[in-house]
């Protein structure tokens, strides 16, 4: 699977609208992008997941830049519950060796 | 109702001693994953099963041997315990073994003495 870069870290404030980027410049033509994240002390939560249109959920919105080579996890009105490592993953699908392989991740701390 | 239940939740052992993990999921999935997260560093995979049968291991040391004894269940055996198998260890299911999304469970926090 190609590779993903994100930034280490970003800070935000309750109640801001949250952009958390992710780089992949070599991503195949049908490879996924998954997004998910992960609080201290428990495992990772799926988030979004989208292939070239961008998505929307109760958690998150997802725009994937139409070159495929970035997207964007919008965050909307974060709470403190929102603080977490977020991590940005590329997927083959109908691969049998196809188990999501984590990074660091961005860690996002929302302050009060 | 926990969907993912991982069995204990904390567990202390010696060095050079065995331990089995227990996972087991009520999601109705046929794929089944162990990671292993150490303290400060990013999920490490190790294991994949798909309908009991094994399908991908990143895991060197043959010490860390999963069991399936039903579709629901991938136990992760562990012998020789050494510090540095110290870690939280989680498993996870999807509903089959591509792109669909994992679930994963509470995690196992091993320490090893």
């Known amino acids: 699977d190609a590779k993903t870069t994100q930034p280490d870290s970003m800070e935000s404030t309750e109640g801001e609208t949250v952009h958390l980027p992710c780089s992949h410049a070599?991503?195949?033509?049908?490879?996924?992008i998954y997004w998910y994240r992960q609080v201290p002390l428990q495992g990772p939560e799926y988030v979004t997941h989208?292939?070239?249109q961008n998505t929307t959920n109760s958690m998150a919105f997802l725009a994937i830049a139409s070159d495929r080579k970035s997207s964007t996890l919008i965050l909307p009105h974060v709470s403190l519950r929102d603080a977490a490592v977020y991590h940005c993953?590329?997927?083959?699908?109908?691969?049998?060796?196809?188990?999501?392989?984590f990074g660091a991740g961005t860690k996002l701390s929302v302050k009060p | 109702d926990p969907k993912i239940i991982q069995k204990p939740k904390y567990l202390v052992a010696v060095t050079g001693s065995e331990k089995i993990l227990i996972c087991e999921q009520y999601?109705?999935?046929?794929?089944m994953y162990w990671y292993r997260q150490s303290a400060k560093k990013p999920l490490e995979f190790m294991f994949s099963?798909?309908?009991?049968?094994?399908?991908d291991n990143q895991t060197a040391s043959s010490r860390f041997q999963p069991q399936s004894s039903k579709k629901n269940h991938l136990d992760l055996q562990i012998t020789a315990l050494k510090p540095d198998d110290s870690a939280t260890y989680f498993c996870?299911?999807?509903?089959?073994?591509?792109?669909?999304?994992?679930?994963f469970g509470p995690g196992t926090r091993l320490l090893v003495l």
């Open positions: 996870a299911s999807s509903h089959t073994n591509n792109q669909d999304t994992q679930y």
């Open positions: 070599t991503i195949s033509g049908n490879e996924y």
């Open positions: 989208g292939l070239q």
């Open positions: 993953i590329l997927r083959v699908p109908r691969n049998n060796n196809n188990a999501p392989r």
């Open positions: 999601l109705g999935h046929n794929a």
């Open positions: 099963y798909s309908y009991q049968k094994l399908m």
